[in-house]
């Protein structure tokens, strides 16, 4: 079985900022993992997904995540926030012997301040 | 067209009442599951169904059963709807074929039990 946890269910940053969101999963076997955007009263949107092609993983809106295997962490950066990118966003891990249903963190909502 | 639909999109129901959440695809995805949103706890699988002869229970299928009609229709059923099955519902499909097994989401629906 697979797990995922964020780290902190809250984050605010000021526009132009760093924005850091933190995403440790558990597995046993290989995982696949994802990090999801869900803007107010909308659905959710891929941001990005780790191949084991590359650790460092570029997605959509400037965001980009790097697995770490020792540390089984896949966090999401972003180098300078937007106003536009406040929203809820969740890590979510996958793999073969769960039948590749997805395993969500309890998500992590970005507050971006002027 | 959206790829994956979900009707209704909002429902308001009385407790006791029976309601069926409806979702269908046009991927031509083997895979279909559904997961629930509450706040604070993201998202969290219910069923997933590999092809029509093929359903299998998540970790909060308590209250729930479902129906794969054809490959493209999954429907979720509340027998008796309560008050803590109020959240938003989510119908996702995927494909071995899809890489990374990636999961593409319907728009959701809103289920308000009174």
């Known amino acids: 079985a697979q797990s995922v946890t964020q780290l902190g269910s809250h984050v605010s940053v000021s526009e132009g900022a760093l924005v850091l969101l933190r995403c440790n999963y558990s597995s046993s076997v290989p995982p696949y993992l994802f990090w999801y955007v869900q803007y107010p009263n909308q659905g959710l949107q891929l941001l990005l997904k780790y191949t084991s092609a590359a650790t460092l993983v570029k997605g959509i809106n400037g965001f980009e995540a790097e697995f770490k295997k020792s540390e089984t962490s896949f966090h999401l950066t972003k180098p300078s926030a937007h106003m536009s990118d406040a929203a809820e966003y969740f890590c979510?891990?996958?793999?073969?012997?769960?039948?590749?249903?997805?395993?969500f963190g309890k998500g992590t909502s970005l507050l971006v301040t002027p | 067209d959206a790829d994956v639909t979900q009707t209704p999109r909002n429902r308001i129901t009385k407790t006791g009442k029976r309601i069926m959440l409806e979702c269908s695809q046009t991927?031509?995805?083997?895979?279909m599951y559904w997961y629930r949103q509450d706040p604070g706890l993201g998202l969290r699988l219910i069923y997933y169904s590999f092809d029509v002869k093929d359903i299998n229970k998540g970790e909060i299928s308590d209250g729930y059963s479902v129906s794969r009609q054809a490959q493209a229709k999954f429907s979720l059923s509340l027998e008796s709807a309560i008050p803590n099955q109020t959240a938003l519902y989510f119908c996702?499909?995927?494909?071995?074929?899809?890489?990374?097994?990636?999961?593409?989401f319907g728009p959701g629906t809103r289920l308000t039990v009174l």
């Open positions: 991927k031509g995805h083997d895979r």
């Open positions: 979510a891990v996958s793999a073969y012997d769960s039948g590749y249903a997805l395993n």
């Open positions: 996702a499909t995927s494909d071995e074929g899809e890489t990374y097994n990636e999961q593409f």
